[in-house]
């Protein structure tokens, strides 16, 4: 039996180069973070929103909860979900990836649970660009880390990574489930927006 574990989606971006928010962006007929959430409800035991202006997603996850530290970017909105999740692990991922798989969500969790490695601190996908950390499986046992690298005043959401245990995915481990790496592409500019509504 798996260990339960919480989701968050990180909503709290200005979406400067969207030019509108790209949580409410039109997908499959409902706004964007609708689906996101529909997508996450059959691998989590929560669905955590996390925003700063937590009342425009109030018909959306079970909780909503804003950046304990405000204006440190990407890691703030992990570590807000991180602290507000209500179990040891949590799967965090964007609200702009409309291409999520429950499949390789499912396997992001179980190699979190011990699976084929024991218990790391994070999950997260490797590839040649860099890592994903929108779409990686957390433990509660990153806060201090993360809450050490915010102080110091570093602002990157890979910083802490040497302070913690990380168990690093490469694109082969799941390439039978998404070969292309879908489930990772988020939408950042109305370009990338219109390739994704593309069939």
Known sequence: MRQRVSGAILAGGASRRM??????????????IGGIVERLRPVVDEVIVVAD????????????????????????????????ASHDLALIVGCDMPFLK?????????????????????????HAAGVEPLHAVYRKSCLPAIEATIRSGERCAYAFYDRIRVRYVAPAEIAALDPELDSFRNVNTPGQWRRALQP
């Open 19 to 32: 030019g509108q928010d790209k949580a409410f962006l039109e997908w499959e007929g409902r706004p964007l």
């Open 102 to 126: 429950r499949e390789v969500l499912d396997w992001f969790v179980a190699a979190a649970d011990g699976d084929g490695g024991g218990a790391a601190d994070l999950v997260i996908l490797k």
């Open 53 to 84: 202006d937590t009342a425009r997603y109030a018909s959306f996850g079970d909780r909503r909860v804003a950046d304990v530290y405000r204006g440190v970017g990407t890691l703030g909105g992990i570590h807000a979900g991180l602290k507000a």
